[in-house]
């Protein structure tokens, strides 16, 4: 098993900066790829970005990408989302989710937090 804990969220005005943190505990040494998503009031749980450690690759949705950074310590059991210039459109809950290998489909990830709320005001 594997827990995952986020932290970082709050409010912020319109054009501002967010570090969201993702801390993974237990047997970490079976998950490879770790990811971000979201989701807003009334709409569906949607892929922000994620991490393949293994290989060092990061994917990102259109909507965060050159705003948001993704990324891993060296032990590859803390997760950031840098989040820049955010927008009231990225007003959410972001939950961090770990499996084996990273992918955008959140159908496929194993294990979740329980969130992190973003409030980004006007």
């Known amino acids: 098993q594997v827990q995952l804990v986020e932290s970082g969220g709050g409010l912020v005005q319109a054009g501002g900066s967010l570090r969201l943190s993702c801390a993974a505990s237990?047997?970490?040494?079976?998950?490879?790829?770790m990811g971000w998503f979201r989701q807003a009031p009334g709409k569906e749980r949607e892929f922000v970005a994620a991490?393949?450690?293994?290989?060092?690759?990061?994917y990102y949705a259109d909507f965060v990408m050159g705003r948001f950074t993704i990324s891993r310590d060296n032990a590859g059991n803390i997760l950031a989302l840098q989040m820049d210039s955010l927008k009231p459109e990225d007003t959410a809950v972001y939950y961090c989710?770990?499996?084996?290998?990273?992918?955008?489909?959140?159908?496929?990830?194993?294990?979740w937090g329980q969130g992190t709320r973003v409030t980004v005001s006007p």
């Open positions: 237990g047997h970490t040494s079976s998950i490879d790829g």
């Open positions: 991490e393949s450690r293994a290989g060092g690759i990061s």
């Open positions: 989710a770990a499996r084996s290998t990273a992918t955008r489909d959140k159908s496929q990830y194993d294990y």
